[in-house]
C-alpha cells in the first residue's frame, strides 16, 4: 500500500480548512443581517449584536474545549508529531466548536397594564376642599391622630401644624386627646367642651367624628375629622347677665332704698315742709346720679367684654392724648385742689389703639389720683417711648397709698379699698376693671405699685 506524503495531507487539510473557514465567517455575517430585520412568531425583536461580538462570545462560552484542545496540541508537539499535522487538527477542533450556531438573544416587552383595571387614589383631596370652605376651624386626623389637613380658619386659630405631625404637638388637652382616641377606637363621633386662656379667653365645642367614605374599605384609607365650634359669645353673655344682676341688684339696693325712705317723708311728715322737700329732692338727685353712672359703666363694660378678642389696628399718637385727658380734667382738679403734671418726651409716641377707649383709660387713672391721692397737692403723668422699649405710660400720686393685700384685686368688679370713700367721692367701683379690659383688648399690661404713706403709681405698659 502506497505512502501519502504527509506534506500533501497538510496542504488538502489547509485548503479544507480555508474554504470551512470563510463558509462560518459568510455565515456569521448573513445571520447578523438576518437578526436586524427579522422577528420572531411572538413578534419579540431579536438581538442586534454585530458578529465579530458574536464570535467573542461563542470563544468565551466554548473556552474549557479550547484550552484542551490547545494542551493536546501541545503534547503532541513535544512527542515529535508532525507539527503540520497537529495544527490541522487543532484548526479542525477550533473551527468544530465554533461551528454551532449563535444563540439568539431576546428582550421580552413590557406586559401592558389592562385597561379594565382601574388605581385607587386617595380621597384626601376632594375632602379637604369640601372643608377648605368652612369658616369654623377644621382638622383632618389619620388612623393614628396625625394631622393631615388643617383650614385657614385652624390655622388662624391656633397656629399652622406641621402636615404628618401628632395632634398631641398643638393641642395638648387631656380632654380633647381623650376624645379623639375613642374616636378612632369606636368610630363614633364625641365632644366635648374646651376653653382656651391665651391670647384672650374663648371656649369652643370640640367634635371629632369619622369621615365616611364609599370605597373607604378598598382604598384603606380612614379620616377623621376635628371641629371647633367657638360659643365664646354665648358663655360671656350669660356671665355678664348673671355678674349684672348680681352685682347690679346689690349696688342698686342703697340708692334705692334712699330713694324710697324719701319719697315716704315727703309724702307724709314732710308734705308740708318746703326746706325739707329741697333738701331731701337735693339727696335723691344724687342718688338718681349715682345709679345712672352706675348703669352707664355696667354696659361700657359689657360692650367691652364683647371685643376684648378682636385687637385694635389703628395707630394713636399718645401725646396729643394724654394733653386732651389733662385739659378736660382741669376743673376737676382744680375742684379738690391737685395740679396734674405732663412729662412728656420730644417727638411722637404712637401705639396700635381705639382712642376714645384709650381716652377713658387714662381719664379714669388720673381722675382717681386726683380724687384719692388729693393730699399730696400733685399728680405727675410720665410718658416713656424708649429706643427699642415699650411705650410707657405712668400716672403717679403722692397720696395716702394702697395696702399690699388690696392691690391684686384692684381690678376686680365692685372691689372698694375703703366703701365710704370710695361713696364719698362718687366711685362706683368699675372703674379698674373698666380699665383692664380695655388694655386687655390692646394687648397692654397695667402695672401697680404702692407704698402706704408714700403714694401708688399706675403704668400702662404697650
Known amino acids: 500500500m502506497a505512502k501519502i506524503p504527509v506534506r500533501s495531507c497538510c496542504a488538502v487539510s489547509l485548503r479544507w480548512l480555508q474554504s470551512k473557514t470563510s463558509v462560518m465567517i459568510h455565515r456569521y455575517q448573513a445571520e447578523f443581517e438576518d437578526k436586524n430585520t427579522s422577528r420572531d412568531r411572538e413578534g419579540q425583536l431579536e438581538d442586534k449584536t454585530p458578529w465579530t461580538r458574536s464570535l467573542l462570545l461563542r470563544i468565551r462560552q466554548e473556552r474549557p474545549v479550547l484550552l484542551v484542545a490547545l494542551l493536546i496540541a501541545l503534547i503532541a508537539l513535544a512527542s515529535g508529531v508532525n507539527k503540520w499535522a497537529v495544527l490541522g487538527l487543532l484548526l479542525i477542533v477550533i473551527l468544530t466548536a465554533l461551528w454551532h450556531a449563535v444563540p439568539v438573544v431576546r428582550q421580552e416587552p413590557p406586559q401592558p397594564v389592562p385597561e379594565d383595571v382601574e388605581v385607587l387614589r386617595s380621597r384626601l383631596p376632594e375632602v379637604s376642599a369640601t372643608l377648605a370652605a368652612l369658616d369654623i376651624p377644621v382638622m383632618v386626623l389619620s388612623g393614628d391622630a396625625s394631622v393631615l389637613y ?37 368610630n363614633t363621633p ?21 369621615v365616611e367614605l364609599s370605597d373607604q374599605q378598598a382604598t384603606g384609607e380612614r379620616f377623621f375629622v376635628l371641629s371647633f365650634r367657638d360659643i365664646s359669645e354665648v358663655r360671656r353673655i350669660d356671665r355678664m347677665r348673671s355678674d349684672f344682676v348680681a352685682n347690679a341688684s346689690h349696688e342698686l339696693r342703697t340708692p334705692l332704698a334712699s330713694l324710697r325712705g324719701f319719697i315716704e317723708t315727703i309724702q307724709g311728715p314732710a308734705k308740708s315742709d318746703a326746706k325739707a ?43 396729643p392724648l394724654l394733653g386732651h385727658v389733662r385739659d378736660s380734667l382741669v376743673p376737676l382738679a382744680n375742684d379738690v385742689g391737685v395740679e396734674i403734671a405732663l412729662h412728656l418726651p420730644q417727638g411722637t409716641a404712637e401705639v396700635l389703639g381705639d382712642r376714645d377707649e384709650l381716652v377713658q383709660v387714662f381719664e379714669n387713672l388720673i381722675e382717681n389720683a386726683c380724687k384719692y391721692g388729693q393730699e399730696g397737692k400733685t399728680v405727675d403723668v410720665f410718658l416713656k417711648n424708649g429706643q427699642g422699649e415699650p411705650v410707657e405710660v405712668t400716672v403717679v400720686d403722692k397720696g395716702p397709698g394702697i395696702p399690699a393685700e388690696h392691690v391684686p384685686r384692684l381690678t376686680e368688679r365692685f372691689y372698694r379699698v375703703s366703701i365710704e370713700d370710695s361713696r364719698s367721692k362718687k ?29 401708688t403709681s399706675f403704668t400702662v405698659r404697650f
Do not use: C, W
Open 427 to 455: 366711685g362706683t367701683g368699675l372703674g379698674l376693671a373698666i380699665v383692664k379690659h380695655i388694655l386687655t383688648r390692646h394687648r397692654a399690661r397695667l402695672i401697680v405699685k404702692s407704698e402706704v404713706g408714700k403714694g
Open 190 to 210: 364625641n365632644q366635648i367642651e374646651h376653653s382656651e386662656r391665651l391670647p384672650s379667653e374663648r371656649v369652643y365645642v370640640v367634635r371629632s367624628a369619622p
Open 150 to 186: 388643617q383650614n385657614r380658619a385652624a390655622e388662624k386659630a391656633f397656629g399652622e401644624v406641621s402636615i404628618g405631625a401628632h395632634i398631641s404637638a398643638r393641642l395638648r388637652s387631656p380632654g380633647i386627646l381623650d376624645m379623639i382616641g375613642e374616636t378612632i377606637a369606636t
Open 277 to 319: 322737700q329741697e333738701r331731701f329732692l337735693g339727696i335723691m338727685l344724687d342718688q338718681a346720679t349715682r345709679m345712672s353712672r352706675l348703669v352707664d359703666d355696667l354696659l361700657s363694660l359689657s360692650r367691652l367684654e364683647l371685643k376684648s378678642h378682636i385687637a385694635p389696628d389703628e395707630k394713636v399718637d399718645l401725646v
